[in-house]
C-alpha cells in the first residue's frame, strides 16, 4: 500500500479557499479511485469527493458540492482537492484514501488505505 499524506490545511476566513493535496509514496496510477473525506469531532467521518484513475470522472457529495473541485496527477502522485467560497462549518480535518473497489465511491468502507489528515479551520 502507498502511504498517504496530506498538506495545505490551515486557517482561512469565510469565503476564501484553499488547496489540498494528497501525496502518495508511490504510483497512484493503477488505483481506481482516490477520495477525499472530512471529519469533525464526534461526528462521522463524510465524504466530500473523489475521482476516478484516469481523471475522467469525479464525485461530489454533502455541503461542499458546488465548492470544490478534485484533481489528480499520476505522473506526480497527487491528488489535490480545491476548495472555493468555505465557510466556518466546513471546518474539520481533511483525509485522503485509497479506493479498494467493489463498493460506493461515497461509502467509507470502500476506502482502506488513510492519510493522516490536515485540519481546515474557518473563521473570521
Known amino acids: 500500500q502507498v502511504q498517504l499524506v496530506e498538506s495545505g490545511g490551515g486557517l482561512v476566513q469565510p469565503g476564501g479557499s484553499l488547496r489540498l493535496s494528497c501525496v502518495a509514496s508511490g504510483s497512484i496510477s493503477r488505483i481506481d479511485a482516490m477520495g477525499w473525506f472530512r471529519q469533525v469531532p464526534g461526528k462521522e467521518r463524510e465524504f466530500v469527493a473523489a475521482i476516478r484513475a484516469g481523471a475522467e470522472t469525479a464525485w461530489y457529495e454533502g455541503p461542499l458540492k458546488g465548492r470544490v473541485i478534485i484533481a489528480r496527477d499520476n505522473a506526480k502522485n497527487i491528488v489535490y482537492l480545491n476548495m472555493f467560497r468555505l465557510r466556518p462549518e466546513d471546518t474539520a480535518i481533511y483525509y485522503c484514501?485509497?479506493?479498494?473497489?467493489?463498493?460506493?465511491?461515497?461509502?467509507?468502507?470502500?476506502?482502506?488505505?488513510w492519510g493522516q489528515g490536515t485540519q481546515v479551520s474557518v473563521s473570521s
Open positions: 484514501a485509497t479506493y479498494r473497489g467493489g463498493g460506493r465511491l461515497e461509502s467509507l468502507g470502500s476506502y482502506d488505505n
